[in-house]
């Protein structure tokens, strides 16, 4: 079993529409936890952290679940440029990242 | 300032030659990883250093995989004897000592491996 499993989507929304999914964690000893964002042929580059109690970041809101281990991303208000591929990212123990494959959203005009 | 960067960006090999990748990053970035990413895959960890310790190669997929940290700054990856199933992009991240979920990433060298 993968460390962290994403559903790749694509999810495809019009502009202004609410996308949210989420991502799943085998190991209950992880103790925090990150989205990440990636647009086509760049660089991952870190969206948000996600705490405990869920946090927002403008349109954007995070939620964590230990006792189901997963982690949600919610968009509000969906933008052209939300487009990319958001990456769920949980860090171990130690000081290592796992990375999902990533969730691609597409928002069309 | 300056972010990560990477070189070659790109880069078509003939299977069996070897292959150097480079990264220079951020100043001042005590900890460094390398990473590869296949087409709809996630990161895959490779080899991590900090500072003067002992480098981790727990994630090198084999010994043909081999890397070095000079000065406690730039880094090499590099592969030997690539092979088809190397073709991937190498993305190398930094971060400030302790903050590890912050990683700063280059834009990556996409090997091709013909």
């Known amino acids: 079993r993968k460390e962290v499993e994403q559903d790749p989507g694509p999810f495809n929304v019009p502009e202004g529409a609410t996308v949210a999914f989420n991502c799943t964690y085998s190991?209950?000893?992880?103790?925090?936890f990150f989205w990440y964002r990636q647009d086509c042929r760049k660089e991952p580059k870190l969206l948000m952290s996600?705490?405990?109690s869920g946090n927002e970041d403008g349109r954007f809101t995070a939620q964590l679940n230990r006792a189901s281990q997963y982690i949600s991303l919610l968009i509000r208000d969906s933008k052209l440029s939300d487009s990319a591929t958001y990456l769920c990212?949980?860090?171990?123990?130690?000081?290592?990242?796992?990375f999902g494959a990533g969730t691609t959203v597409t928002v069309r005009a | 300032g300056a972010g990560v960067s990477q070189s070659p960006s790109n880069k078509v090999t003939e299977k069996g030659k070897d292959v150097e990748l480079r990264c220079d990053p951020i100043?001042?970035?005590?900890?460094l990883y390398w990473y590869r990413q296949s087409l709809g895959q996630g990161l895959e960890f490779l080899i991590y250093?900090?500072?003067?310790?002992?480098?981790?190669k727990s994630g090198l997929p084999s010994d043909r995989f081999s890397a070095e940290r000079t000065g406690g700054s730039v880094s090499t990856l590099t592969i030997q004897r690539t092979q088809q199933e190397d073709s991937a992009v190498y993305l190398c991240?930094?971060?400030?000592?302790?903050?590890?979920?912050?990683?700063?990433f280059g834009p990556g060298t996409r090997l091709t491996v013909t």
């Open positions: 990212v949980v860090n171990r123990a130690d000081y290592k990242l796992s």
């Open positions: 996600v705490y405990s």
């Open positions: 250093f900090q500072g003067n310790s002992a480098p981790d």
């Open positions: 190991n209950s000893a992880s103790q925090s």
């Open positions: 991240a930094s971060s400030l000592m302790g903050q590890s979920y912050e990683q700063y």
């Open positions: 100043s001042g970035h005590t900890a």
